[in-house]
């Protein structure tokens, strides 16, 4: 019995074993294929850009100092007013001094012209003496001379009296000529005295918004003292640094610069200004661009995100996780008839996860792997779960 029992196990073993051995056999006959992801390849336009930060500037502004010494009367406006050019009144200095001046100027100018009409009418006077004189001492020639009806005497008595008219007449002319001359500096004094006094009131000279208030009334200031800050906020300048590598590829009134502050897309500009020069120590250059008109939230002061656009051409592109990079170069895995294809590469520009393929194998509408490929060997099946757009 124990016989029995003994061969039974044994004839089950063999059974079984012959069982897993079949199936071993029609497992390994049976193909795996591999799931993947792809993605068609396109034509696209490739930009080869450069990505930098700037700082956003107002192009316009103006520091409104004191044109006269003096005491701050008032100051008329606070920090973030608005202003109008040659119309808002940003301060004022010791009016009443500056009027002052303004009064004893006039008054200097009265008394010049009194002085100098005086002058005037002493000339008029002491030329009529002159020249009757002159015609005395001529008359008194003629009588000496043809006759002798006069003596001597009496003709250098009139000669003397020729020559002092003579010397009246061109002192009172020099007289008249001084004062002329002292009119006209009082007149002068009288035309600054009134542009302090107009300066004594400090107008805003552009249009903007007050950004800084540096004095208070009551305080002394001198000529040249800093008083307020306006900020045309209309017009914004941004300004960048490039390594010196990109000197020769920005080109001013053509190259474009695609700004973005914080959330907000400012837009794509022109370079308007580039530096005439490589900075010899940090090896880089400056490039500017002018924001006119820059949306809400855009002002001076900000940091600027910017891509400089240097160049864009056609190309095709796939997805960058498409490419398998290696030490001996790039590859990418393409579909044919449900097969996997390996194919090298060379890949060029990239821009917003696509890369430009230069390989002229590879054309618009292939399949190319973007999922999977890590699971990949060259000529294996594969099944397509989907195709990425």
Do not use: C
């Amino acid at each position: 019995m124990k016989n029995i029992t003994v061969y039974l196990t044994l004839f089950i073993m063999l059974i079984s074993g012959s069982l897993s051995y079949a199936s071993d056999d029609k497992d390994e006959s049976k193909e795996t294929k591999a799931s993947v992801v792809v993605t068609k390849a396109k034509r696209m336009t490739f930009e080869e850009r450069v990505e930098t930060s700037g700082n956003l500037e107002t192009r316009n502004y103006s520091i409104v100092s004191a044109r006269s010494s003096g005491i701050i009367d008032d100051v008329f406006v606070r920090e973030g007013d608005l202003v109008n050019s040659g119309k808002t009144k940003l301060f004022q200095i010791d009016r009443v001094k500056s009027g002052q001046s303004v009064d004893i100027s006039k008054h200097s100018v009265s008394v010049a012209e009194f002085t100098y009409r005086a002058r005037v009418s002493t000339v008029k006077r002491v030329e009529a003496d002159y020249n009757k004189a002159k015609l005395d001492y001529e008359r008194y020639q003629r009588l000496y001379n043809d006759n002798s009806a006069i003596t001597k005497n009496a003709l250098e008595s009139q000669e003397s009296r020729y020559i002092q008219a003579k010397a009246a007449l061109d002192e009172a002319k020099a007289m008249a000529d001084l004062s002329e001359k002292q009119l006209e500096q009082a007149r002068a004094q009288y035309i600054i005295a009134q542009k302090d006094y107009e300066n004594s009131m400090g107008l805003s000279p552009i249009s903007g918004h007050v950004s800084k208030r540096f004095r208070e009334p009551g305080e002394m200031v001198s000529a040249g003292t800093p008083i307020v800050q306006i900020d045309d906020l209309s017009v914004l300048e941004v300004s960048a640094f490039l390594p010196a590598a990109y000197y020769q590829k920005v080109v001013t009134n053509e190259t474009n610069m695609k700004i973005t502050v914080g959330s907000i897309d400012a837009g794509e500009f022109k370079v308007v200004y580039k530096s005439p020069v490589i900075d010899s120590r940090l090896r880089n250059f400056e490039i500017k661009a002018i924001i006119k008109n820059p949306p809400e939230g855009v002002t001076s002061g900000d940091i600027a995100r910017i891509k400089v656009l240097l160049s864009s051409r056609e190309g095709i592109g796939i997805p960058r996780e498409s490419a398998i990079k290696k030490l001996d170069g790039t590859s990418i895995f393409v579909i044919e008839k449900d097969k996997a294809k390996i194919v090298p590469v060379e890949t060029g520009l990239e821009n917003e996860g696509w890369i430009e393929i230069i390989t002229k194998d590879i054309k618009p509408g292939i399949s190319v792997v973007t999922m999977g490929q890590d699971r990949l060997s060259d000529g294996a099946s594969v099944t397509v779960l989907r195709e990425e757009k």
